[in-house]
T-cell receptor, first 114, second 112 residues
Framework: EPEVTQTPSHQVTQMGQEVILRCVPI?????FYWYRQILGQKVEFLVS????????KSEIFDDQFSVERPDGSNFTLKIRSTKLEDSAMYFC????????????FGPGTRLTVL | DQQVKQNSPSLSVQEGRISILNCDYT??????FLWYKKYPAEGPTFLIS?????DKNEDGRFTVFLNKSAKHLSLHIVPSQPGDSAVYFC???????????FGAGTRLTVKP
């Protein structure tokens, strides 16, 4: 069964460093998303991406964040200068599109900022 | 952003009994609601959904009920099984972007 994959599973970085989280969505999906979950808190929407551009972003997704689909398979989330409060699980999701398609989530990347 | 609320952080149920997980929302523009299940160290897994034109959707042991006037939905699991023990997230979305807003989750424990 097709699945969303994410690498790495765990990323440890120093505050102020740049990190890139990678996702491979399901191959025929058209809409891509990033969510995050700070430990003990709820899953929060970050950004949606369709047709090579951001569709919508939340207030969390500030200028430190960017997303890219560099080729036909990868979808990346970049954090330019990490802060301690960026420590969280980051989930990528994708959907085939159209209204109300359920999103398929990857296993997540745990980002730890020291 | 508290558009979707799950007020019970945890629920414990005996195997074979019914589990009822509740969710409230404040944004009347939401028109599609989903339940996700999450095991530790895994991403959320889609469970069941309902659109605002319906008030009930059933899939095996799982039934979701929607009360639009009360802005309330619930997930019923009957009968509950130990493998159902997980965190359950309620999510809501509107329009074609499908940008979901999640509740805080309810940790369900089903005891044998």
């Amino acid at each position: 069964e097709p699945e969303v994959t994410q690498t790495p599973s765990h990323q440890v970085t120093q505050m102020g460093q740049e990190v890139i989280l990678r996702c491979v969505p399901i191959s025929n999906h058209l809409y891509f998303y990033w969510y995050r979950q700070i430990l003990g808190q709820k899953v929060e929407f970050l950004v949606s991406f369709y047709n090579n551009e951001i569709s919508e972003k939340s207030e969390i997704f500030d200028d430190q964040f960017s997303v890219e689909r560099p080729d036909g398979s990868n979808f990346t989330l970049k954090i330019r200068s990490t802060k301690l409060e960026d420590s969280a699980m980051y989930f990528c999701a994708s959907t085939a599109g159209g209204p109300y398609n359920e999103q398929f989530f990857g296993p997540g990347t745990r980002l730890t900022v020291l | 952003d508290q558009q979707v609320k799950q007020n019970s952080p945890s629920l414990s149920v005996q195997e074979g009994r019914i589990s009822i997980l509740n969710c409230d929302y404040t944004n009347s523009m939401f028109d599609y609601f989903l339940w996700y299940k999450k095991y530790p160290a895994e991403g959320p897994t889609f469970l069941i959904s309902i659109s605002s034109i319906k008030d009930k959707n059933e899939d095996g042991r799982f039934t979701v009920f929607l009360n639009k006037s009360a802005k309330h939905l619930s997930l019923h699991i009957v009968p509950s099984q130990p493998g159902d023990s997980a965190v359950y997230f309620c999510a809501a979305s509107q329009d074609w972007n499908n940008d979901m807003r999640f509740g805080a989750g309810t940790r369900l424990t089903v005891k044998p």
